[in-house]
């Protein structure tokens, strides 16, 4: 460990201790004490993630009040935007993680509703750094990334109606009862969660530390999630590619190609960063025969439906494309193909 890295380190140990001994000297003895428990579960002096009781300890400020649970939003998001170490910042994160995980209907209430005039994009990491040294830089990607993903998390978790990490609800019939076009859009939108994890920052030999360590394995569990949520439209949509009442049209075809090429392309990325978690052989193998099927389906409607004869007077003419209104310039009539 270099001087400034060292110098830098106890920089950090004093501040968390100046911040520890205002809460203390603080009037608000109620906002004081839960930002005591955010600051101690993340520190500057330890690399390794909040121990388990410090997460506890956060976890318990959502069991009491509406007023105290608000307070503990407030605290992390006030240290997350605050701070310039990515050690923090990860921390900051982290806890955030956990609190979608394991927080009570209150605590994540706070969090969906912060801040309190209705932002959408409130942990906003895109142009976090921390250059005070290389690793710290480095470190500021996994910061950046991670950011997002949580942000991946919560968007996902307002359009299913329900956080990730919730128990397995009865949704066959929700997802039955929805349109092609409400099906796609669902798709493309869980598929951009693991197209957030394959854009995993390339200093992978950063999960050697117990802090990046922890991350990926969260990370980790909400894409198993998110893989059984995309499994269950994928499926839906492959039965009614081949069904006569809600058969796909030649376009919902292509945008569903589409979609699945764009998770296939995930594929190789996300192997590399998860390494042996979360497989999941069989879901591949689904994709790719529903897009094989996808292909196949294709090409057939084009051939069925794209290619037509026009008789004009004693002349044969063939057109390709969709159907609409085409006038004949040489006979000045209009024909419909």
């Given at each position: 460990m270099g001087y400034r890295t060292r110098l830098r380190?106890?920089?950090?140990?004093?501040?968390?201790?100046?911040?520890l001994i205002k809460t203390t000297l603080s009037t608000k003895r109620h906002k004081a004490s839960a930002r005591r428990v955010i600051l101690r579960a993340t520190t500057h002096g330890s690399s390794a993630p909040p121990s388990d009781h410090r997460i506890d300890a956060v976890i318990a400020l959502g069991q009491s009040s509406p007023a105290t649970a608000c307070t503990c939003i407030q605290a992390v998001m006030d240290r997350l935007h605050r701070t310039r170490n990515s050690r923090v910042a990860l921390k900051c994160l982290y806890t955030i993680h956990n609190i979608i995980g394991k927080g009570s209907f209150i605590l994540k209430d706070q969090l969906a509703t912060y801040p309190s005039f209705?932002?959408?994009?409130?942990?906003?990491?895109s142009t976090f750094r921390d250059d005070?040294?290389?690793?710290?830089?480095?470190?500021?990607?996994?910061?950046r990334w991670y950011a997002g993903m949580l942000e991946q998390n919560l968007y996902i978790s307002r359009m299913l109606g329900y956080h990730l990490n919730s128990p397995p609800r009865p949704k066959k019939e929700k997802i039955t009862g929805l349109s092609n076009s409400d099906l796609l859009k669902e798709i493309d939108l869980l598929i951009n969660f693991p197209d957030h994890i394959?854009?995993?920052?390339?200093?992978?030999?950063?999960?050697?530390?117990?802090?990046?360590?922890?991350v990926v394995r969260l990370v980790s569990e909400d894409y198993r999630f998110v893989q059984r949520e995309i499994f269950a439209r994928v499926a839906e949509l492959g039965v009614r590619v081949t069904s006569l009442g809600l058969s796909l049209s030649l376009s919902e075809c292509i945008e569903f190609l589409s979609c699945i090429s764009r998770l296939e392309g995930c594929k190789e990325r996300i192997?590399?960063?998860l390494v042996n978690r979360n497989r999941n052989d069989g879901f591949w193998d689904s994709i790719k025969e529903t897009k094989a099927n996808l292909v196949a389906t294709v090409e057939n409607k084009e051939k069925e439906g794209?290619?037509?004869?026009?008789?004009?007077?004693?002349?044969?003419?063939?057109?390709?494309?969709?159907?609409?209104?085409?006038r004949l310039?040489?006979?000045a009539r209009w024909v419909e193909f």
């Open positions: 380190a106890v920089f950090g140990l004093l501040k968390d201790k100046g911040s209705g932002g959408r994009n409130f942990i906003n990491l005070s040294d290389p690793k710290a830089s480095e470190m500021s990607a996994w910061v394959s854009d995993v920052p390339d200093s992978l030999y950063l999960q050697r530390e117990s802090l990046v360590y922890e192997s590399l960063l794209n290619m037509v004869v026009i008789a004009v007077g004693d002349e044969s003419t063939n057109f390709t494309g969709l159907t609409e209104l085409y310039e040489s006979r």
